[in-house]
């Protein structure tokens, strides 16, 4: 009997109507010249071929008696014809009409009376720019069963590196199948388990006692973590916004892909690293967006990031993750700082989570706890305690590495892979990339009444790209102008806060030339002849 792990089973604890537990991506895909039949009976065909090397597609739930502790999975047939379905979309459809698919679908629980995923093929889509034909896939996977790595190596399983595919590694299975579990097997198996676990625990404790103690006394002595000096602070409450509320069933989904390549290149002159600018590009974006909303805190936003507790090579269908806490640096209108802030945050979360990384729980034992979590969750959505409480972080991002190769699924080339993932009470928005192939793409995931303007905030981060590139960069000759005193000053800064800080160097030029003028009128001081070099860049 193989009974879900607590992290595991958690997610299925945590399910309610407002916060479904699955994951999942929207692909898009181009079919070959001369393509026969139609993609969802080709889908059918290839996965009924992959199955048997997917065992995680082919398991149920089996809940223990009284539901007193974790479930456990049993094999099951998959009905592939109740697991991928047609999803009919007016002719011509695009991005936005998918998008306004995935909204509604994501918000739709999975049935748990069967293995715990499905697909839907759209049909419908405009042709691509080179005539070929086009379709959509959307899937979701119940987050109890992967996480974002696992969920990796089970595409690796399903895809393809060439169109013509390739022939199933499965080797035979001496395994008995167990489709359902006696009382006497759940009860013995229930207690088996759970005297391991605790005996695990015992004698796991003084080394995880030994390990809080050096992480402790590591965080005290650099203060990096908790802000000491000039280094930001993680571990803080993080500002009142209009994500941090209860959330209801609606969903709003919007994507958006950049360049992997130039994002590579821009980490190596700022000397960041991808999950770096992910964090900064989707800071800036923020700071945009509720800028122009005029409700940007004066705190930084702070962000729970995912990191993996995965070892290298490890590809078992189960969750191994953890979460942490990353500040945004969304209070600081200077894009260089920001970056610096960005940087130096997640430097200081990853030095203190790699000593954690060891002793972090993914397993503990489960009698009782499903009364509780079910219980605890019911009484947090319907109190609404979200928004009574404060909050440690106020949005989800998460950066999962993907293949870097072009993947074929049934003969199709798959262009995009938007991942779409989990929003919970007190954290109504989850940015979850991924990079695929030459891009880096973002799947953003809000709850419909919080935020059902997502789409402006993924071209936010499609302008924070742009600024990006413009940025001096490590080197450059020209110096940043000196800030502005005063009241004038003061208000040129409210200036580039509502603009995102993406004021370029000509618009700072002709900015600051302009409060010149005013402040000579105002005070009757001869205003400064221009340099030449403005003169000949005509400011």
């Known amino acids: 009997m193989k009974q879900l792990s607590g992290l595991d089973a958690t997610f299925l604890y945590l399910e309610t109507p407002e916060m479904p537990m699955h994951v999942g991506a929207l692909h898009v895909f181009e079919l070959p010249p001369g393509y026969p039949g139609t993609f969802l009976s080709a889908l059918r065909k290839h996965m009924a071929s992959r199955l048997a090397a997917a065992p995680v597609l082919r398991r149920r739930l089996w809940w223990m008696p009284l539901n007193l502790a974790n479930p456990a999975w049993v094999d099951a047939e998959p009905d592939l014809r109740q697991h991928i379905v047609a999803v009919k979309l007016p002719r011509h459809s695009g991005m936005a009409e998918l998008e306004a698919a995935v909204s509604r679908l994501h918000a739709v629980l999975l049935d748990r009376q069967r293995p715990l995923w499905k697909m839907h093929v759209f049909e419908g889509l405009a042709s691509g720019a080179n005539g070929l034909r086009r379709v959509a896939l959307y899937t979701q996977l119940h987050h109890a069963a992967v996480d974002g790595q696992a969920a990796v190596a089970l595409a690796n399983t399903l895809l393809d590196l060439s169109a013509q595919g390739r022939p199933a590694e499965v080797r035979a299975s001496r395994r008995v199948k167990v489709f359902r579990l006696e009382m006497t097997e759940m009860l013995r198996g229930v207690l088996g388990n759970q005297a391991q676990k605790v ?87 923020l700071r945009r967006h509720y800028g122009r909303k005029r409700s940007l805190p004066r705190k930084s936003l702070v962000a729970a990031v995912p990191i993996s507790l995965r070892e290298a090579g490890d590809r078992s269908a189960d969750n191994q993750a953890s979460m942490s806490l990353v500040s945004l640096g969304t209070h600081l209108a200077d894009p260089l700082e920001r970056l610096a802030h960005v940087k130096a945050a997640a430097a200081a979360m990853k030095a203190t989570m790699g000593q954690l990384r060891s002793i972090l729980p993914t397993d503990y034992p489960s009698l009782g706890m499903p009364w509780l979590i079910e219980a605890a969750t019911a009484l947090y959505g319907r109190a609404r305690v979200a928004e009574r ?124 030339s302009a409060v010149e003028t005013a402040v000579a009128q105002v005070t009757h001081r001869p205003r400064a002849p221009a340099t030449a070099k403005r003169r000949r860049s005509g400011a």
């Open 199 to 285: 005996a695990a625990i015992v004698r796991g404790l003084p080394a995880t006692v030994g390990t809080l103690k050096d992480a402790a006394t590591h965080a005290l002595a650099t203060s990096a973590l908790f802000g000491g000096g000039n280094a930001p602070s993680n571990l803080t409450l993080a500002p009142r916004t209009p994500l941090n509320v209860s959330i209801g069933a609606g969903r709003a989904f919007a994507s958006v892909s950049l360049p992997l390549a130039e994002l590579k290149e821009l980490g190596l002159a700022h000397d960041a690293t991808i999950n770096d600018l992910v964090l900064m590009l989707c800071s800036s974006a």
């Open 389 to 512: 409480m404060p909050q440690v972080a106020n949005l989800v991002i998460s950066n999962v590495p993907g293949p870097c190769v072009p993947l074929y699924m049934a003969g199709a080339r798959m262009l995009t892979n938007y991942p779409t993932s989990i929003i919970v009470h007190g954290m109504a928005l989850n940015i979850t990339v991924q990079s695929y192939d030459q891009s880096l793409d973002f799947g953003l995931m809000a709850d419909a009444q919080a935020m059902p303007d997502v789409r402006e905030l993924a071209d936010a981060i499609a302008i924070a790209f742009d600024d990006l590139r413009v940025l001096p960069r490590p080197g450059d000759a020209e110096p940043a102008p000196a800030p502005l005193a005063g009241l004038v000053g003061q208000a040129t800064r409210r200036l580039a806060t509502g603009l995102g800080g993406a004021v370029t160097k000509a618009a700072r030029r002709v900015v600051d």
